[in-house]
């Protein structure tokens, strides 16, 4: 059984940082691109941070030199390091982990956990 489980969020004022982790289990972790989506009440999920399996890593626009992903496949585990947190940065975060196998592309998600910025 593949479970993704995250922990870090909270609440956080403007400026502040936060550390999101996202446990791995039931899948080959190392062989998998993690990442990061994000949904705000009224819009849609975007995606915000992925690395790949070798280690390669993109940011959205939004969050670039503010946030940082990164993978320990030790652990089994992505994170999101997110720093100088804005108000419109709050969102249920959730993680996912992704494979292509042969021709059919596998998603797993993790149940997200909350992020509010406010003062």
């Known amino acids: 059984q593949v479970q993704l489980v995250e922990s870090g969020g909270g609440l956080v004022q403007p400026g502040g940082s936060l550390r999101l982790s996202c446990a791995a289990s039931?899948?080959?972790?190392?062989?998998?691109?993690v990442g990061w989506y994000r949904q705000a009440p009224g819009k849609q999920r975007e995606l915000v941070a992925a690395?790949?399996?070798?280690?390669?890593?993109n940011h959205v626009d939004s969050v670039k030199d503010r946030f940082s992903i990164s993978r320990d496949n030790a652990k089994n585990t992505v994170y999101l390091q997110m720093n100088s947190l804005r108000p419109e940065d709050t969102a249920v975060y959730y993680c996912?982990?992704?494979?292509?196998?042969?021709?059919?592309?596998?998603?797993?998600w993790g149940q997200g956990t909350q992020v509010t910025v406010s003062s």
């Open positions: 996912y982990a992704r494979t292509i196998v042969g021709t059919n592309t596998r998603t797993y």
């Open positions: 039931g899948i080959i972790f190392r062989l998998y691109t």
């Open positions: 690395i790949t399996s070798g280690g390669s890593t």
